[in-house]
């Protein structure tokens, strides 16, 4: 391709809204376009991306054993109303209607759809298993759509679908696709991790995650370098050893504690550390509230809240001040778990419960309680773990340290069972001619969020260094100045002899300065480089690769080599 007639609109200014790495550098690298919040546009450099990342998805799949196929992004309300995600999924679905005022949505996800697609036509067992996928794109209306093709509205998914006999098969299924998954991540040469994931609002029993591990990513990892045990930060055991449990229960005592609403307060107040207070969360699910009682010194971690309680995270909101108010008779900062007005929900983390003598809201304001016990002053529903994991807790499998880190979630895989084909009615018959429930998998991998997550592990200050396999283009000529003749044919001669060798090649033949082309080369990341320069006349050109920068003056006659070696040096043919 001739840069001189490359649609190829790089930017100077980063729009404001840009905040990390890859969204800025994809912007000025003229590879994406946003429209509106969330919904962008692949340019041509972009959409090459896009498609060999598709392409390395696809092989794997199809290696696996999975068959592609490609269903509508509408979808009709009914099946959706069967499996009761119509209304679970919440604010996330876009909903539209027909002209006919027939209800549908934009597909954020397709497990219903398949689930209904096979159901009539799989009858028997010999039909099992089955494997489907597609790579399409999907809707969500997401809450806080950012970090441009990392939360995005619209975005490129591969979904897959696995159609199983029994668990074991499913089991199966899913190690098969785990693997093929490692595999495609590898290739695409993130660094990653697999973690247990939650199954959320897929329903279902194990889930993994996984993540190429960023500082930008919005998922926290919890991991442990001494076992194998890694987990979400919504998912992690936290392994929480409280003391004192033998101190025996002293009388509870009402403290005045004027204007002390924070823990921080509380621990000046009282001069004693954050453990030794229970802290009050008070939140309102459906309208009603429920009231969570956690160690002062940790956080509660919603998605654990939420999965105890059987609701969506969307319905799943803090109390205003009203509410709280109403059921503690107090401002806030000072509700607790003694006395509260009305018969409310209580949640009490399982920590708490082997507490002695803790210090917690009166329910009054400016008042707090001490030595308040669970059992003797309030009691509650003992909830196993409701807490967030946290720097330097341990490794629920073998007591190490736990590390923390960031990730971006590039793939998950669900073990569905039979939530899907229960409520769909996807049977089959077995040897006996028994009816049986179809066991379920699935399997997501965000086709245009590994495209970001590329860049943010592969880029330095002045752009984008693309790995080989994913790179939009293999090579960049580089013509200093397309005035002199020389140097012209020289350029066109490489650029032709590389081309006809099955190589991906630009050619910037632009009447722009030098430092422009440069500038242009680096932020848009071409991972081998060639400049024909001053020495054309000798038949030199100037050899570098995008990753290190490092030149060297080659004859024309050594690029073919040089480029085998990186080719090969990548695990990569010609
Ligand atoms: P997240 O926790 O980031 O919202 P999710 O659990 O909702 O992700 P899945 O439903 O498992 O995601 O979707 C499969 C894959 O699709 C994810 O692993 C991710 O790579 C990608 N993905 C999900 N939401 C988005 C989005 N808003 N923009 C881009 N890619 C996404
Ligand atoms: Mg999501």
Redesign the pocket.
């Known amino acids: 391709m001739r840069m001189s007639k490359l649609y190829m609109p790089t930017l100077r200014e980063v729009p404001s809204e840009a905040e990390i790495p890859s969204h800025k550098l994809l912007l000025r690298g003229g590879m994406i376009r946003k429209l509106v919040s969330?919904v962008y546009s692949y340019l041509p450099l972009g959409y090459r991306v896009i498609r060999k990342i598709e392409n390395i998805v696809r092989e794997e799949m199809d290696n696996a054993g999975s068959q592609e196929l490609l269903m509508s992004a509408i979808q009709p309300k009914e099946i959706w109303e069967s499996s009761g995600r119509w209304d679970n999924f919440g604010p996330e679905m876009f909903k539209l209607k027909d002209r006919n005022i027939r209800e549908f949505c934009l597909g954020?996800?397709h497990e219903e759809y398949f689930t209904s697609l096979i159901r009539d036509e799989i009858k028997s067992y010999k039909q099992l298993p089955l494997n489907l996928y597609q790579i399409q794109t999907?809707y969500?209306d997401?809450k806080r759509?950012r970090f441009g093709?990392?939360?995005?509205?619209e975005?490129?998914?591969k979904?897959a679908y696995s159609f199983d006999r029994d668990v074991e098969g499913m089991e199966k299924s899913y190690q098969d696709m785990w693997k093929a998954y490692e595999r495609i991540f590898t290739r695409l040469k993130l660094k990653y991790k697999v973690v247990e994931?939650d199954s959320?609002?897929?329903g279902g029993n194990q889930s993994h995650?996984?993540m190429a591990m960023s500082e930008v990513g919005?998922?926290l990892v919890a991991y442990c370098d001494n076992c194998d045990y890694a987990a979400t930060d919504e998912k992690a055991t936290v392994v929480y050893n409280v003391e004192r449990t033998e101190e025996d229960m002293k009388d509870m005592e009402k403290v005045p504690t004027p204007n002390t609403t924070t823990i921080e307060d509380l621990v000046d107040f009282f001069h004693i550390d954050k453990s030794n207070f229970g802290k009050a969360l008070v939140y309102k699910i459906g309208g009603e509230p429920v009231v969570a009682i956690i160690p002062g010194d940790r956080e509660l971690n919603e998605t654990k809240l939420c999965n105890y309680l059987k609701v969506p995270e969307h319905e799943l909101e803090l109390a205003d001040e009203k509410t709280i108010e109403k059921i503690s008779g107090a401002a806030k900062g000072f509700t607790g778990p003694v006395g509260l007005k009305e018969d409310v929900k209580i949640l009490v983390d399982s920590r708490i419960t082997h507490m002695r003598n803790i210090i917690v809201g009166g329910n009054e304001t400016d008042y707090h309680l001490k030595n308040v016990n669970f059992g003797r002053d309030f009691t509650g529903e003992v909830v196993e773990d409701l807490l967030l994991i946290d720097k330097g807790d341990i490794c629920p499998k073998c007591g190490k340290t736990l590390l923390l880190d960031r990730g971006?979630?590039?793939?998950?895989i669900?073990q569905l069972g039979t939530k899907y084909s229960d409520s769909l009615k996807a049977t089959y018959l077995d040897e006996n001619g028994k009816e049986q429930p179809i066991v379920m998998g699935s399997y997501?991998?965000?086709?245009?969020?590994?495209m970001a997550a590329i860049v943010e592990q592969y880029h330095d200050e002045n752009g984008i260094i693309w790995p080989l396999v994913v790179a939009p283009y293999h090579v960049i000529i580089t013509i200093i100045n397309v005035k002199n003749e020389e140097q012209r044919e020289l350029g066109e001669r490489i650029y032709k002899e590389l081309k006809d060798r099955g190589l991906e090649v630009l050619l910037d033949d632009r009447n722009e300065r030098a430092g422009v082309k440069f500038n242009d080369r680096d932020l848009i990341g071409i991972p081998i480089r060639i400049t024909v320069g001053k020495r054309a006349n000798e038949n030199i050109v100037e050899y570098s690769l995008r990753e290190d920068g490092i030149n060297e003056d080659i004859p024309v006659e050594a690029i073919g080599d040089k480029i085998e070696e990186k080719f090969k040096k990548e695990g990569l043919t010609i």
């Open positions: 969330g954020p996800t999907k969500r997401e759509p093709l990392i939360r995005a509205r975005f490129i998914m979904d994931g959320g609002a897929m995650e996984f919005e998922s971006i979630e590039v793939g998950n669900f997501g991998v965000g086709v245009s969020r590994s």
